[in-house]
């Protein structure tokens, strides 16, 4: 979604919300299903069960990401865990039906359909890409720490440049070579198939979606794996424990390609942006703060104000709606690969809350100003009291 500010504040990306059902008040995510006459409830559980293992979906045909299926899984009630893989299929489908209107799911599904040709047809230059090689694509410190497993490991090896701004070494440059030279023969096959691209977003002209080529897999096991333990200690609040779904794509820029990119915040509770190469000047991150839909265009406080520099295999992981653009690329070329991970139980809570002051910077700051107006109230009507018990005394 873009916002007012500089760069091309008027294009906007489009934020789909979940719509599940309702909260109980035994903290369950509840969907109404009509049955034939009868209604009967679709519950999930608000808290995984973190010791079961999901079955995979990846052999069925659903208009979901089998992904999406695995990670759900751990959220169903104890009572259906043990059921056939088919039940639980219907179970998570009639709920994950509620998400999209039924235009947006006819578009998924013909995005899925799009997928399947591509795979079906496309030869991959690197197919070890397919598969996520932790120690080949990965830097040691990075391993390590997420092995560890602790904010204090995390810590050892992170940069917080401005409040929930997260920057880290990340990828070898083995696999941004890899994942560059994959990308340049998948738009070579394009081209050469005359076969319409999928842009990576609605701001971005140039780059493609890798989940399309057959890298969905990979990409959800780096979430999984190595994106939602360091989500879970930074991003609690946006449901960075809860990560369930992702979209990446890679995003490039320089003279002949996208030159910058317009103030907006993304559809994603949490952003990884990593920069694979090449050489180029220019294209540096500017952040502005993270806010809410309803202060999405309010002013940046002093505080709030970072820029950012690139460099390769270097990795940014920010909150999806802190405020960011791309300066100018001035030259040569700039291709990022972005991961933007998703929670559906936080897209659902989120519509139910009513302060967003433990994320949104305004909606806190706005808070702290109500406290310390009632607080100088408060001040001020006990200093008068106590001035009229003086006068009182004074009169007697």
């Known amino acids: 979604m873009s916002v007012d500010g ?36 679709q519950r999930l559980r608000l808290n995984p069960n973190t010791e079961h293992k999901p079955d995979k979906y990846d052999d069925m045909r659903m208009e979901f990401s089998p992904l999406l299926f695995s990670s759900l ?47 079906s047809s496309y030869q991959p230059l690197h197919k070890e890409l397919h598969v996520l090689h932790a ?3 990965l830097v040691p410190s990075f391993l390590d720490a997420i092995t560890a497993n602790t904010e204090e490991s995390f810590r050892s090896i992170i940069s917080e440049p401005a409040p929930g701004i997260f920057t880290f070494e990340m990828l070898r440059p083995h696999f941004c070579n890899l ?68 979209h990446g794509f890679v995003v490039e820029y320089g003279i002949d390609r996208d030159t910058d990119l317009g103030f907006h915040v993304d559809d994603a509770e949490v952003t990884l942006n990593v920069c694979l190469g090449k050489r180029f000047s220019g294209g540096e991150l500017f952040f502005r703060g993270v806010r809410c839909d309803k202060h999405v265009n309010s002013e940046t406080q002093p505080e709030e104000i970072l820029d950012y520099c690139h460099v390769p295999g270097r990795a940014v992981l920010h909150g999806g709606r802190h405020r960011h653009g791309a300066r100018a690329t001035t030259d040569g070329n700039r291709i990022n690969l972005i991961l933007w991970c998703r929670s559906s139980v936080f897209r659902e809570l989120k519509k139910h809350q009513r302060d967003c002051s433990r994320w949104c910077g305004e909606c806190l700051r706005e808070k702290k100003e109500r406290q310390e107006l009632s607080v100088s109230a408060i001040k001020q009507e006990l200093l008068k009291r106590n001035g009229e018990l003086t006068s009182s005394t004074v009169l007697f």
């Open 6 to 41: 500089s760069g091309s504040g008027d294009r906007r990306r489009r934020e789909v919300e979940p719509n599940i059902g309702e909260i109980n008040g035994n903290g369950v995510v509840v969907a109404p299903v009509r049955s034939g006459q009868q209604q009967q409830q």
């Open 135 to 137: 120690t080949n694509f």
């Open 179 to 246: 994942l560059l030279a994959e990308v340049e023969n998948f738009e070579k096959w394009v081209f050469e198939n005359k076969i319409r691209i999928m842009q990576p977003n609605t701001m971005n002209k140039y780059g493609v979606v890798l989940d399309d080529f057959g890298l969905e897999k990979m990409l959800g096991k780096l979430m999984d794996d190595h994106i939602r333990p360091l989500s879970k200690v930074f991003f609690p609040e946006v449901g960075g424990s809860t990560l369930d779904s992702h």
């Open 73 to 119: 899984e751990r959220f169903l009630p104890s009572a259906m865990l043990g059921l056939p893989r088919e039940a639980k299929a219907r179970y998570m489908r009639e709920i994950l039906k509620k998400y999209l209107p039924d235009g947006e799911r006819m578009r998924a599904q013909k995005h899925k359909e799009y997928k399947q040709r591509i795979i």
